[in-house]
């Protein structure tokens, strides 16, 4: 589902393996290709995120000063 804001909300159902399954819309969105690694990062009290790649990035340009290897 998408909105005006560029927010978007999809569903993903956790398998027996603990395997989940990205929407194709959201891989499309994100520009996630098969082979890529996402970064998950937690917290106990407000859940789970998984940034865009692009955030990624800006994030290890800023620490590091440049793109990861």
């Known amino acids: 589902m998408k ?3 560029g ?3 999809w569903t993903a159902t956790v398998g ?3 395997q989940i399954v990205i929407p194709k819309q959201a891989r499309e969105v994100f520009d996630i290709k098969p082979g ?3 970064l998950l990062l937690g917290d106990e009290k407000r ?3 998984i940034p ?3 955030q990624m990035i ?3 340009k800023h620490i590091y000063g440049g793109e990861p290897k």
Do not use: M, W
Request: hydrophobic residues 25%; positive net charge.
């Open 47 to 49: 859940g789970i995120a």
């Open 16 to 18: 027996e393996k603990g």
């Open 58 to 60: 800006k994030f290890f």
């Open 36 to 38: 890529d690694t996402l």
């Open 52 to 54: 865009p790649k692009q």
């Open 7 to 9: 927010k978007y909300s």
């Open 3 to 5: 909105e005006k804001s």
